[in-house]
């Protein structure tokens, strides 16, 4: 069913200067759509942030504590202000950084450029400690904590100074707060929000303060959550092996891994723009300095030596490759083997790239070419090595639970493999089914939003036309290129669950710059679980 004719949109596009296709909406809540103004048209990238490649830190180096900044290698150390200061955060941009200063009795909320002058104080109160600044991703507001009362509590602030709201009063406190990119989360470290629970774990809440998730369970200590830029991970500092070591997990919580490894205390992660490197605290030389590593934990290096202890690192860093940047996406070497479609189930496009991190991802779509509808559905991958032997499996399962006859479904595999293997061979999978594929689900009211920074956020609204309520809904989202290819697929949830029938809520997702600057339309569709 089309919900707007071609030419009505053409025309009132024309009328309102905005440039936006809609081919429509069908029963599973897919719609294709170009790019609304202001976003460039195909062909014309989304400006990019300029970025300094310069790490920010605390130091009393000089007798005084102050706010330093240097380069990537850690050469050319210049300190930019005086100040007790505390807990840095560059701006999306990287024109600006936001820190904890002690004015009288009590640590304010500043802002200042990157170079150290015009520095502004916009938390300004004289009864209250304002901590740990984070920047939305769109540089209007400022998430910290205060120590409002006799605990600490999250809040935010326009990053002029005006709208300070509490979000919510925890039990026991709250810290360390985190902004996911998209705007729709904050992380933070807690007591826990039942009594008797005094080990500090990881959370995440709406950005409106509702709906709080624990990320981590264990005994031990967990600070300093730091989101990904892409918002798939969040690094976070735990003392579950002893000592104070620098960890990542998926968003979700799953998938904790640990990144350093050693006796010392590691401290502190925050990420590069580009999501490749992350910078943290260590006294593992015997103070504390600041260090860098591969985001997976590899080349990890000292970049300041000093007797006095430098601690509070932001990375305001641009690399080259983006950890969406597709290289070597049609090398002239590999070759990709006849794939093996189920009768009922075909690949319509795919293809291999290695992001600057090293790992291979198999991007593209399948759809069902049967009659009937379709479950379990799967692509398999098989990877080979120049002499035919196969050097790694995979799969990626089907975002959504059934397929209708003609229904498409984005798929994405990454793997680990040797930086020589490029061939590859496509399998699919899938039993036939007499389950309805959600089709009650409406999404409407969708379009992309340029933030600051080149980030942009695609927005919406999905209304429950059936007759139970939904306590879970997974939307899928598949970004095209202008060819027609499959750039990036990506999952969400609506703002408010369980979904009754009849209501309606919106929902949110960040694009990454360089993604952004490659889509030209997209596909929505949605899943849910009664």
């Not at 039990?171 to 705007?183: E, I, K, N, R």
């Not at 979700?252 to 490749?276: C, E, H, I, M, V």
């Not at 991007?363 to 009659?371: H, P, R, W």
């Amino acid at each position: 069913m089309y919900r707007i004719s071609m030419l009505a949109v053409l025309l009132s596009s024309l009328l309102a200067g905005v440039f936006l296709v809609t081919y429509g909406c069908g029963p599973y809540g897919l719609g294709w759509h170009g790019f609304p103004s202001p976003l460039p048209m195909p062909n014309s990238p989304l400006p990019k942030p300029t970025h300094s490649d310069k790490i920010a830190f605390v130091s009393n180096r000089e007798g005084q504590s102050g706010i330093y900044i240097m380069n990537i290698d850690g050469s050319n150390q210049t300190r930019l202000i005086k100040s007790v200061a505390k807990c840095l955060s560059f701006s999306p941009d990287g024109t600006r950084i936001a820190f904890s200063s002690l004015i009288g009795a009590h640590m304010d909320i500043y802002i200042m450029n990157v170079d150290g002058s015009n520095q502004i104080n916009i938390s300004n109160t004289s009864e209250y400690d304002e901590l740990f600044p984070t920047w939305s991703s769109d540089g209007t507001r400022i998430a910290f904590t205060s120590s409002y009362g006799s605990k600490y509590e999250i809040c935010t602030i326009s990053s002029d100074g005006s709208n300070m709201k509490r979000l919510v009063t925890f039990p026991t406190g709250g810290w360390f707060p985190a902004l996911s990119p998209d705007g729709s989360n904050i992380a933070f470290a807690s007591d826990g929000f039942a009594s008797g629970e005094y080990n500090e774990d990881i959370y995440v809440i709406n950005a409106d303060g509702k709906n709080p998730r624990r990320l981590t369970t264990d005994l031990a200590e967990e600070r300093c959550p730091a989101w990904s830029p892409d918002g798939k991970r969040i690094a976070f500092s735990s003392t579950r092996n002893g000592k104070w070591q620098i960890y990542v997990m998926d968003a979700d919580g799953s998938n904790q891994l640990r990144l350093t490894n050693n006796s010392a205390k590691d401290f502190g992660p925050t990420w590069s723009p580009d999501g490749s490197k992350i910078a943290f605290e260590s006294d593992r030389d015997g103070n504390l300095e600041i260090y860098i590593m591969n985001a997976d934990g590899s080349n990890q290096a000292r970049l300041t030596n000093n007797p006095a202890d430098d601690i509070y690192a932001a990375l305001d860093c641009a690399s080259p490759l983006s950890p969406y940047t597709a290289t070597n996406q049609t090398p002239s070497t590999s070759t990709v083997s006849p794939i093996e479609n189920n009768n009922d189930l075909s690949v319509l496009s795919h293809y291999m790239y290695r992001d600057n991190m090293g790992n291979v991802h198999i991007v593209g779509e399948f759809q069902n070419t049967g009659s009937k509808n379709t479950t379990g559905n799967r692509v398999k991958v098989t990877v080979f090595n120049f002499e035919g032997s196969i050097v790694a499996t995979g799969q990626s399962l089907s975002y959504l639970s059934a397929l209708k006859p003609n229904q498409k479904c984005p798929f994405e595999i990454i793997l680990s493999v040797p930086s020589y293997t490029i061939n590859y061979k496509l399998e699919t999978e899938c039993q036939s089914t007499d389950k309805e594929s959600v089709s009650d689900i409406d999404i409407k009211d969708d379009y992309i939003k340029v933030l600051a920074g080149g980030w942009s956020k695609l927005q919406g609204k999905i209304t429950n036309r059936g007759n139970g309520a939904y306590e879970s809904v997974l939307i899928v989202i598949t970004f095209y290129d202008k060819d027609g290819r499959v750039v990036e697929v990506g999952t969400t949830s609506p703002d408010t669950l369980p979904l009754s029938p009849g209501n309606s809520c919106t929902f949110k997702m960040g694009i990454n710059p360089y993604i952004s600057a490659k889509v030209v339309k997209y596909m929505i569709q949605a899943d849910g679980v009664r």
